[in-house]
């Protein structure tokens, strides 16, 4: 089991920056890979960003490639997500999601991630 809890949702102006955070429980953390996907009012969750197991891979959405970056601290069992130039199309609950076992091609795929926290909320607004 694994329980993860997510940090750092605010509002911000346009061109601002965001660092959020994914605290996750549990033993093994540093077997699971983590990814932030994000859901706008209206619109299907969708895949922003993920981080394998040991740190070695990261994957971005077309969307924030080159705005965003993942990183994770295994010691202290957390992922963040650090996110630059934010635009108002960026507005969403951002949600991290976990797994185990995930193959590469996998790691954009939200029905592959078993474990999921309750969001935070990102506001890009003047």
């Known amino acids: 089991q694994l329980q993860l809890v997510e940090s750092g949702g605010a509002l911000v102006q346009p061109g601002g920056s965001l660092r959020l955070s994914c605290a996750a429980s549990?033993?093994?953390?540093?077997?699971?890979?983590v990814g932030w996907f994000r859901q706008a009012p209206g619109k299907e969750r969708e895949f922003v960003a993920a981080i394998r197991s040991r740190g070695g891979t990261t994957r971005f959405a077309d969307s924030v490639r080159g705005r965003f970056t993942i990183s994770r601290d295994n010691a202290k069992h957390t992922v963040s997500l650090q996110m630059n130039s934010l635009q108002p199309e960026d507005t969403a609950v951002y949600y991290c999601?976990?797994?185990?076992?995930?193959?590469?091609?996998?790691?954009?795929?939200?029905?592959?991630?078993?474990?999921w926290g309750q969001g935070t909320q990102v506001i890009v607004s003047s």
């Open positions: 999601a976990a797994a185990t076992g995930m193959i590469l091609s996998s790691m954009t795929r939200r029905d592959q991630y078993r474990y």
């Open positions: 549990g033993r093994t953390f540093s077997d699971y890979t």
